[in-house]
Nanobody, 124 residues
């Protein structure tokens, strides 16, 4: 059983930056592909970014590519999402998730473990 705890959300202005962290416990972190998803009010949960178990491969949704960076520190059992040039449309609850293996990480149903989420609000 893997437990995931997100932190780092908050209220910022458009153009600002935030770094989200997701601390994992209870499993072999380095064996999991990790992803970030988000859900805005009234919308479906959507894929944001993912990273393979080694960190060698990263994936992004087109609207955040070039602004967001996913990374991981396997020694600290933590995955990060650096978010720059934030826009009001980035406002959502952000969730991290863990998937066995590192294939098809863009699909939510690949992920077995989910955190509780952290709110990110970007004002215009």
């Amino acid at each position: 059983q893997v437990q995931l705890v997100e932190s780092g959300g908050g209220l910022v202005q458009a153009g600002d930056s935030l770094r989200l962290s997701c601390a994992a416990s209870g499993g072999t972190f380095s064996s999991y592909g990790m992803g970030w998803f988000r859900q805005a009010p009234g919308k479906e949960r959507e894929f944001v970014a993912a990273i393979s178990w080694s960190g060698g491969n990263t994936y992004y949704r087109p609207s955040v590519k070039g602004r967001f960076t996913i990374s991981r520190d396997n020694a600290k059992n933590t995955v990060y999402l650096q978010m720059n040039s934030l826009k009001p449309e980035d406002t959502a609850v952000y969730y991290c998730a863990a998937a066995r293996g590192s294939f098809n990480l863009g699909a939510a149903d690949r992920y077995r473990y989910w955190g509780q989420g952290t709110q990110v609000t970007v004002s215009s």
